[in-house]
């Protein structure tokens, strides 16, 4: 029970990668707070860990919306009396890369990954240092850390915001006790990436920069934000956990 006592919010936590790490941390003894846009699989995630005797909480949540944060933020602290972790996972991969700077579709990317981002931060820092300590977790992506010839540039662009995001909030707010650090998954097999998985040529180009030969799963993800939200990672804050198999090692 790594995480017995603890109030974590979880956005984008309906499906994928955030789901998982809604499961994860429940079963670690959290109390977990789902914040999503798809209000039919947010609810199913959070009734489903309350069957199993947890308890969790569902709120609808745009992240790129002020009154949403304030609403799921104000309900978590009335009904838990606090936040002691929040992971910022909820995120688009925006348009397709077609050798054209689209800047509708970069504000797109950019509103979701990066300001969504900090709505949150900014939303439950008074409470953590309130409370005395907290830890913040931020879901970037290998694409934060290198290139791509198939990746939009916005997500690129936004990923790396959020690692230099988390580095900021980090030194900060380190005097508060309140940690910040971000995650930098590979491909995982999830829908987001489904369009990799159902073209054999995609796939091939992913694995071959793969040391480990594989495609990463949801679990590998979710133990890495365990770990970080747990009290085992105290002395972890500004850093990057990535997860991509080795894809960066190169």
Same mark, same amino acid.
């Given at each position: 029970?790594?995480?017995?006592?603890?109030?974590? !919010?979880?956005?984008?936590?309906?499906?994928?990668?955030?789901?998982? !790490?809604?499961?994860?941390?429940?079963?670690?003894?959290?109390?977990? $707070?789902?914040?999503?846009?798809?209000?039919?699989?947010?609810?199913?995630? =959070?009734?489903?860990? /309350?069957?199993?005797?947890?308890?969790?909480?569902?709120?609808?949540?745009? =992240?790129?919306?002020?009154?949403?944060?304030?609403?799921? $933020? +104000?309900?978590?602290?009335?009904?838990?009396?606090?936040?002691?972790?929040?992971?910022?996972?909820?995120?688009?991969?925006?348009?397709?890369?077609?050798?054209?700077?689209?800047?509708?579709?970069?504000?797109? =990317?950019?509103?979701?990954?990066?300001? +969504?981002?900090?709505?949150?931060?900014?939303?439950? $820092? %008074?409470?953590?240092? @309130?409370?005395?300590?907290?830890?913040?977790?931020?879901?970037?992506?290998?694409?934060?850390?290198?290139?791509?010839?198939?990746?939009?540039?916005?997500?690129?662009?936004?990923?790396?915001?959020?690692?230099?995001?988390?580095?900021?909030?980090?030194?900060?707010?380190?005097?508060?006790? /309140?940690?910040?650090?971000? $995650?930098? %998954?590979?491909?995982?097999?999830?829908?987001?990436?489904?369009?990799?998985?159902?073209? %054999? @040529?995609?796939?091939?180009?992913?694995?071959?920069?793969? %040391?480990?030969?594989?495609?990463?799963?949801?679990?590998?993800?979710?133990? +890495?934000?365990?770990?970080?939200?747990?009290?085992?990672?105290?002395? !972890?804050?500004?850093?990057?956990?990535?997860?991509?198999? +080795?894809?960066?090692?190169?």
């Amino acid at each position: 029970m790594r995480l017995l006592g603890k109030v974590a !919010i979880v956005t984008g936590g309906a499906s994928g990668i955030g789901a998982e !790490i809604a499961k994860v941390f429940s079963s670690e003894g959290a109390t977990v $707070i789902i914040g999503d846009i798809d209000d039919e699989l947010g609810s199913a995630v =959070v009734n489903s860990l /309350i069957s199993k005797g947890a308890e969790a909480m569902y709120s609808h949540l745009d =992240v790129r919306s002020e009154r949403d944060w304030n609403r799921m $933020i +104000g309900h978590t602290v009335e009904r838990f009396q606090k936040v002691d972790v929040l992971v910022n996972n909820a995120g688009i991969s925006g348009a397709a890369w077609h050798m054209k700077l689209d800047i509708q579709a970069w504000d797109a =990317v950019m509103n979701v990954n990066i300001f +969504g981002c900090l709505l949150g931060i900014q939303m439950v $820092i %008074p409470h953590m240092i @309130d409370l005395g300590f907290g830890s913040i977790i931020n879901m970037s992506s290998q694409m934060g850390l290198v290139g791509s010839t198939s990746t939009h540039p916005s997500y690129n662009a936004s990923k790396g915001a959020v690692r230099a995001l988390s580095k900021g909030i980090a030194v900060q707010y380190a005097k508060e006790n /309140i940690r910040c650090n971000s $995650i930098h %998954p590979g491909p995982i097999d999830t829908a987001m990436a489904s369009d990799i998985f159902k073209n %054999p @040529d995609l796939m091939s180009g992913a694995l071959s920069k793969i %040391p480990l030969g594989r495609i990463g799963n949801t679990c590998d993800v979710a133990y +890495g934000a365990l770990f970080l939200a747990s009290d085992e990672s105290s002395y !972890i804050t500004g850093s990057e956990l990535v997860i991509d198999g +080795g894809w960066t090692a190169y």
